[in-house]
């Protein structure tokens, strides 16, 4: 589904290497779990798959579903079935939710040879979907985003996974902001999107999510680098630990 | 700069100045000197024409035309022109419920006018001069401080005639009245007037639409005046549409009573070069008062709106929005003040002005003023100009919709914050559609 292979990234107004030979495979409906320190390179990976501007891929390359993904631009990946879940949703004034999920999902489909749906179909389909989340559904007519509390911008991320339907969903920090009852929501959401042909990379700084959301593999990232790769025991051992540990054994500098 | 005949008869024909022109062609039509009997109207004209030459067309000196050289647009137009073109227009607000009139360099058409309720009158500032002189001269020119606004004084030195409607005492005007605004003056300079005057507690709502009329140069400078009497209400609409070779000078002074209620929507989706003059005085306690506008200046127009809410009473009220989207090579200019007089205690005054500028070339200037000289009040200000939002637009795109449909979304949820202001529902589609196809060009 998704081969990273000595993946080098810099910021490109910074020329500050964040990513340093990154390798990551993902096969299709598995759940990996990035694990690591701030700063250690996570988002960065969050946004070059999704095809955010600002970062420059001096080595390396990454395919996905046998496509060159870095050939392609941020809309055409969100509509081969690469989605995003944004650390910080961004709040669209004036752009409601019906019209700007009707464009995406109408894109989505449209690109993946399927009829349009009646509007009729698509509104049963928003209610179905944000009832995963337990999102109210009048919030169709609200903006995109807009007056959203914290939870209700992280539960509107995993409602528009569902709507999309992609092939591989990126969840980036998507515990981040979110206290025990709003976590257990979305984790819900997330294992009932789960199938055997969609995969999650779900990037945290924190075990906890991983209670809800069990991984089948979890990594740690240090210096823009997977130094260590482990079953789920993996990320209770690094809640139990920190991440120094991890440096000793690797050999890696202490940054 | 005083300007007198004697001075203009003087100076050869090629050496005179722009204003000496106009106030040759003002003698030569109406005479500079009284004589004999008079009456108010043709007495004030010759105030405006003497005021206007006091003050001069704008230059580039004058602090309030600094970004907005209006005579450069004016030179080609200065003649008073003969030449007519005969159009129709394809105006598309027909279909809006309402009392219809048309209008050409705003002289009333239609004299097989609509059927209005009672209390309700439209005719021609000519037909009140002749039936009721002393009730036009309460009104006419009132609003207006000539030695501020050369255009205006200009529009009421040479307006032969005029819109003029009036509501009567606690009349409540059903339906809007429609005005469809056509010029036929080609290479010239047509000076429409109206007048519109709602009285103690009634209400009217007015939609104006100046619609794209076929290529050639126009320049129009109207003065409107608006008196809106106590407890009254009045909503007013104005879409201009014109093509990328017409000018517009739109003069508007809006002159309230107490508790008095106005609001204006003022919208610019064409014109080569737009000044909008918008003037309002709550002169007593209460008012109300709402500015919004919105303009799409593309090509090389240049487009500026210009605002002064004068607050001279007490616990008044005023909200100003204003937003621009400015690309190609145009131009956008918001310049608003709001003044707060010392009298003017428990003044509650808001402005903000937002604009989105699309190309390297396309300029924008902002400059919001508050001069506040009471101490118990609440005003603020905010004036943004950026580019399109960045992290919305990838936003839209991470979720499969192609760059040029997320800009589109992006730049009509901007410009919708201000359409969604307009009252009328059939006014707001149209504006919803028109904005849609306007960007996405």
Known sequence: MLEIKNLHVSIEEEQKEILRGLDLKVGPGEVHAIMGPNGSGKSTLASVLAGRDGYEVTEGSISFDGDDLLELEADERAREGLFLAFQYPVELPGVSMSNFLKQAVSSVREHRGLDALSAGDFLKLMKEKAALVHLDPALKARAVNEGFSGGEKKRNEIFQLAMLDPKLAILDETDSGLDIDALRIVADGVNTLRSSDRSFVVITHYQRLLDYIVPDVVHVLVDGKIVLSGDKSLALKLEEHGYDWIRDESALPAS | ?441
């Open chain 2, 1 to 441: 700069m005083t300007m007198t005949t004697d001075s203009v008869q003087s100076v050869p024909e090629e050496q005179k100045t722009d204003e000496a022109l106009m106030v040759q062609e003002f003698d030569a039509r109406y005479g500079l000197m009284p004589s004999g009997e008079e009456d108010f109207w043709t007495a004030s004209r010759r105030t405006a024409i003497k005021a206007f030459a006091e003050v001069g067309f704008p230059s580039r000196r004058t602090e309030a035309y600094k970004y907005t050289p209006v005579t450069k647009w004016l030179k080609n137009n200065l003649a008073s022109s003969t030449e007519k073109s005969a159009t129709s227009l394809a105006d598309t607000f027909n279909d809006i419920d309402g009392y219809h009139y048309r209008t050409t360099d705003g002289q009333l058409l239609d004299r097989d006018a609509p059927k209005l309720p009672e209390g309700l009158s439209i005719g021609t500032l000519q037909e009140m001069r002749s039936s009721d002189s002393s009730f036009l001269e309460t009104y006419l020119s009132r609003a207006i401080v000539l030695e501020r606004d050369p255009f205006a004084a200009l529009a009421s030195a040479f307006a032969d005639d005029g819109i003029f409607i009036r509501v009567e005492k606690g009349i409540h005007v059903d339906q809007p009245v429609v005005i469809h605004h056509n010029t036929l003056t080609v290479g010239g300079l047509a000076q429409p007037r109206m007048l519109i005057i709602v009285e103690e507690d009634a209400s009217l709502n007015v939609v104006e639409h100046f619609p794209e009329v076929p290529a050639g140069s126009s320049f129009e400078n109207r003065v409107a005046e608006v008196f809106i009497g106590e407890k009254a209400k009045m909503d007013h609409v104005l879409v201009f549409e014109r093509n990328e070779h017409s000018s517009f000078v739109n003069g508007l002074f809006v002159h309230q009573g107490a508790e008095s209620n106005f609001k204006t929507d003022t919208i610019t989706l064409g014109g080569g070069l737009v000044r909008n003059n918008l003037n309002f005085l709550p002169d007593a306690e209460e008012c109300e008062t709402h500015l919004n506008g919105l303009y799409v200046a593309r090509g090389s127009a240049h487009i500026d709106n210009h605002t002064l809410v004068d607050h001279a009473k007490p616990n008044c009220f005023s909200n100003e929005l204003f937003k621009g989207i400015v690309t190609d090579s145009a131009t956008g200019v918001f310049n608003g003040k709001v003044l707060v007089r010392q009298d003017a205690q428990k003044t509650n005054a808001y402005q903000s002005s937002k604009s989105i500028v699309l190309d390297r070339s396309a300029q924008i200037y902002a400059k919001p003023e508050l001069e506040i000289y009471a101490d118990d009040v609440k005003c603020s200000h905010g004036a943004t100009t950026g580019e399109l939002d960045e992290e919305a637009l990838f936003y839209l795109r991470s979720r499969g919709i192609p760059e040029k449909a997320a800009r589109l979304m992006l730049l009509e949820a901007f410009a919708r914050d201000v359409v969604d202001l307009v009252d009328n529902e059939a006014v707001k589609q149209y504006l919803y559609e028109r904005l849609h196809h306007l960007l996405s060009s």
